[in-house]
């Protein structure tokens, strides 16, 4: 472990990574460099396809572009990094480990919020279809989404700066892929207290908030389903959200993994669980909205085929 000295301050942080074996590097670099080409090109065709098919001019695919949006943004933060250190050196400046963890808590959250708005618009759909035309409006819908991108910018400010006060003037070895905030408390040398309790509350208020209005969601729409007489119609109605329920347990699954637990139990093994929503949670929301949704395999095979004319 780098040791710097305890009366100066760390300028600089080292960022292990997946794994510091040499003979590691170049296999992750391709691994993680196919990932995060593939993770830009699916939601990149999910983008296009929703805004270039008439119908797929709805609200609930209004709010897929964007949660596509959000998840290259979100990869993009994490990826090009990890993929830099794989083939150079793995230091980070202090103000960019603190940028890459702002970017990081405000995408994240984003990603969350837009998933409560995305449950939010399957229950109006199913439990109250004859005002759903009025009640998700292009106004509303607007709103929603102006709401999902702010609201996370403050959560994020707010545990940046409470950071920022911090010194570290011991180990600056990050034993992560990318600046988190669990690893980086563990490194200071002066009292992480006031950090530790806006986490377990605050924190834990912004993660699982969200988490509890999307199970709401959910628990009305099951009543509302079970009351339909027919098969056929049952089907229909789980198969618009099959797909979201999917990526909900994805994402919040190894987020709570994560984040829900004392800082004194973080270990080496997070670092795989934190895979799942930074990485693998953006690279697979294409397929599992593709491959469970007509509609948008339908939009697809219409961008492919006016491409190929």
Known sequence: MEKVNQTSSVSEFILLGLSSRPEDQTPLFILFLTMYLVTIIGNL??????????????????FLSFLSFTDICFTT??????????????TISYAGCLTQ??????????????????????????????????????????????????????HSLLHTLLLNRLSFC??????????????????SCSSTFVNEIMITSEGSIVLVTPFLCITFSYIRIFITVLKI?????KRK?????????????????????????????????????TLAYTVLSSLLNP??????????????RKLMARRKS
């Open 45 to 62: 065709l999910i983008i296009v396809a929703i805004h270039s098919d008439p119908q797929l001019q709805n609200p609930m695919y209004f």
């Open 101 to 154: 963890m702002y970017f990081i808590y405000a995408l994240g959250n984003t990603d969350s919020c837009l998933l409560v708005v995305m449950a939010f618009d399957r229950y109006v759909a199913i439990c109250d279809p004859f005002h759903y035309v009025t009640t998700m409006n292009h106004h509303r819908c607007v709103l929603l989404v102006a709401f999902s991108f702010s609201l996370p910018h403050l």
């Open 287 to 300: 397929f599992i909205y593709t491959l469970r949704n007509r509609d948008m395999e339908r939009g697809l």
């Open 229 to 233: 007489p027919s098969a056929a119609g």
């Open 237 to 273: 109605a789980f198969s618009t959200c099959g797909s979201h329920l999917t990526v909900v347990t994805l994402f919040y699954g190894s987020i709570f993994y994560v984040y829900l637990q004392p800082l004194s139990t973080y270990a080496v093994r997070d670092r795989v669980a």
């Open 77 to 90: 933060t994490v990826v090009p990094r990890m993929l830099v250190n794989f083939l150079s050196e793995k």
């Open 170 to 187: 011991d180990s600056n070895v990050i034993y992560h892929f990318f600046c988190d905030i669990k690893p980086l408390l563990k490194l």
